[in-house]
């Protein structure tokens, strides 16, 4: 017994450990390259981060490969990944922090772990590691602290199996961890996770970088949870009073090592909103109202059935008995090609009138604008539908790099990524200064595909006070066709027509029909992006605009966007 649990103990030590390869290319001079995840689980959507060092004491110049592949231990058919080169000059130590991306969250195989392997070719050897996929789909992705996870992960674990649906395949944990002196400086590399716990001293060892990555996920939705010993909102040196679509918690403990582990579980798993990975797996498949207002698309076989009878006629009596009557069956050999040839030509130009080429779609973005102290910022939430003609070159760069997930939907005869279980698809990502290159299944040609972005990019845009009382200026440069403001007192006005750079004065509104009115457009949205908005909607000193004229996030050039309807929401400052 006492073997056993020595045994089991060694098992989750080595679970948590975040090293995922460290291999020695040359004894002598301590030449190696090590890959260590940032995080000890993988979210089930976004990117995985990981902290590559790679040291040369060589005397000649190396270069190394990276090759990251997400896809399911139990399902290869779906499946995400990118590729690095790094220059390592002779004498030198190089580090990089890079995002690996994890495959679309897919909710047939919601159940099973989905790791990430990372493998190292070129000059200083080859290796390969993976980082599993911590707790299943259906539940908030969470962080805690390493002061958190070390003393409560295994009671946090077993509470969390005790409450959680269904049958989890493989080591599914509550939540993962990490060290906050040790935390990447990317907003993206906390996209996927929906949780993120820690202490007032854990806040405090956190750099400059990461802690302004991690209020910039917290804006774009995320939740910001503190263990303390009194519920009151944590006042912290950084922390910002204006969380935009996030939120700031507590949860009272006496102490952060000995948590009560199933309130915790229950405090995490009641969260505002969904989990991002069921939201992108699910919400898009059952009622989507976008793809609903896009409508659908029939097909018409009539002119098919029409050049098939004529291929029939043509191929058998005609051919038979007129290009090739008796005495001339030879001609057989030639005029049977041929009329195969045209047959085929008749139906690929059918094809072609029929769907066209690129294809046509419809988007709707959530945008929350921000002020901090980097300037003013954009937080941008996007799904986008989209039915597709013939494609010539379904690759795109997504500008800038940003969280882009396909999304299944519903079952049609267009549909091509479903939540069924035989759907397949390879969703590369590659980024590059500050880019994406995209390519796989992300589009193909005669489907519909959907996918969901969300983006952190500068903005200029805003609302400004005017010069006389009671008037405002918008500085955005498009028009906007009607914006409600939130005063103080919690009391509307409204205003249409807001024009770049001209005064205007809202009018007070009753609160039914501005609530009739913003219903609306919340409604228009998916479940979770319906969320963020009506929390939104309750903030007092602030106010909602929406518009058909602002830019969103470009992905394939050959969609031709019907419409872009857009909902800005911010704080009046």
């Known amino acids: ?203 405090s060892e956190i750099p400059a970088g990461p802690r302004s990555a991690i209020i910039a996920w917290l804006r774009q939705g995320g939740r910001l949870v503190f263990v303390a010993a009194e519920n009151r909102p944590p006042s912290l040196p950084g922390l910002p009073d204006n969380t935009g679509l996030g939120t700031i918690s507590t949860f009272v403990s006496a102490t952060p090592a000995a948590l009560n582990a199933s309130h915790f579980v229950s405090f995490i798993r009641s969260a505002p909103t969904n989990s991002l990975a069921a939201a992108a797996a699910n919400d898009y498949a059952r009622s989507w109202p976008l793809a609903a207002a896009f409508g659908t698309k029939e097909f018409d076989y009539t002119l098919f059935v029409v050049v098939l009878i004529a291929f029939s006629i043509l191929v058998g009596p005609v051919n038979l008995f007129v290009f090739a009557k008796s005495g001339r069956r030879h001609r057989l050999f030639i005029t049977t090609p041929l009329i195969s040839f045209g047959a085929s030509l008749v139906m690929i130009g059918l094809i072609i009138f029929q769907d066209g080429f690129g294809g046509s779609g419809e988007r709707r973005v959530l945008m929350e604008i921000q002020q901090g102290d980097d300037g003013h910022t954009a937080h941008i939430h996007q799904e986008q539908i989209s039915r597709s003609g013939i494609l010539l070159r379904p690759t795109f760069t997504v500008d800038p790099a940003c969280l882009i997930a396909q999304v299944p939907l519903a079952k049609s005869r267009w ?132 518009t058909n004229s602002a830019p969103a996030i470009e992905t394939l050039k050959s969609i031709r966007w019907q419409k872009t309807r857009t909902v800005i929401t911010g704080v009046v400052e």
């Open 415 to 546: 549909a091509r990524f479903t939540n069924d279980h035989d759907v397949s698809g390879n969703f590369d990502l590659q980024p590059v200064a500050g880019k994406l290159d995209a390519s796989g299944s992300w589009w193909q040609s005669r489907s519909e595909q959907g996918q969901y972005l969300s983006a952190i990019v500068p903005n200029r845009g805003r609302i400004e006070r005017g010069s006389q009382p009671g008037t405002w200026v918008s500085t955005f440069p498009f028009p906007l066709e009607t914006i409600w403001f939130k005063d103080e007192a919690g009391k509307w006005s409204k205003a249409s027509a807001i024009q770049t750079g001209t005064p205007f004065k809202p009018e007070p509104i009753d609160e039914k029909s501005t609530m009739t009115a913003i219903k609306r457009e919340i409604d228009a949205f998916s479940a979770r992006n319906a969320a963020l908005v009506e929390s939104a909607q309750n903030r007092k000193s602030s106010f909602i605009a929406v």
């Open 1 to 203: 017994m006492r073997l056993f649990s020595v045994f089991a103990l060694l098992l989750t030590v080595a679970g948590a450990q975040e090293t995922l390869f460290r291999t020695v290319y040359h004894t002598p001079s301590d030449t190696h390259v090590e890959a260590t995840a940032l995080f000890s689980t993988s979210p089930n959507i976004g990117y995985v981060p990981v902290r590559i060092k790679a040291v040369n004491n060589l005397n000649s110049n190396r270069t190394i490969h990276l090759r990251g592949a997400s896809k399911e231990n139990y399902n290869t058919k779906i499946s995400a990944g990118c590729s690095y080169s790094i220059e390592v000059p002779a004498g030198q130590v190089v580090t990089r922090d890079l995002l690996f991306p994890v495959r679309p969250p897919h909710s047939y195989s919601s159940s099973y772990n989905s790791p990430v392997h990372v493998s190292l070719s070129g000059g200083l050897g080859e290796t390969e590691g993976h980082l599993a996929a911590g707790s299943p789909l259906d539940s908030p992705a969470a962080l805690l602290s390493e002061s958190i996870h070390t003393p409560n992960a295994s009671s946090l674990d077993a509470a969390f199996k005790s409450v959680s649906s269904g049958s989890h395949y493989g080591r599914s944990t509550f939540a993962g961890k990490f060290t906050p002196g040790l935390l990447p400086d990317n907003w993206l590399a906390y996209s996927g996770f929906d949780a993120l716990v820690l202490t007032a001293a854990d806040w």
